[in-house]
Nanobody
């Protein structure tokens, strides 16, 4: 069981920046992946889409094309927190952002970037980008 608690969401104007944090605790394996997903307004849980992911032990990262160059995922050296730095935000980035973790390694996530690979989820944090 891995516990995840997100924070840092809010309202920002187009072009602005926000930093999200995910506090990670519990039993997480070295080969695990921690990821950020988002669920856009009006979408169902099954329509959550992957934004970025990081290998827990390697620190290797993966991004979907729509956020490359704008978002950065990282973790602290103590391996207690995963961050998502978001810049040049657009209205289409508006969503509830969720932190997720599971034992699937980053390569598996990159091959099949689906929420179905993740069993541990945080409660989510709202990000709203106004135009």
């Amino acid at each position: 069981q891995v516990d995840l608690v997100e924070s840092g969401g809010g309202l920002v104007q187009t072009g602005g920046s926000l930093n999200l944090s995910c506090a990670v605790s519990g039993r997480i394996f070295s080969r695990s992946t921690v990821a950020w997903f988002r669920q856009a307004p009006g979408k169902e849980r099954e329509e959550r889409t992957l934004v970025a992911a990081i290998g827990w032990s390697t620190g290797s990262t993966y991004y979907v094309d729509s956020v490359k160059g704008r978002f950065t995922i990282s973790r602290d050296n103590a391996k207690t927190t995963v961050f998502l730095q978001m810049t040049t935000l657009k209205p289409e980035d508006t969503a509830v952002y969720y932190c997720a973790a599971d034992a699937a390694d980053l390569r598996a996530v990159a091959r099949a970037p689906t929420w179905r690979l993740f069993r541990n989820w945080g409660q989510g944090t709202q990000v709203t980008v106004s135009s």
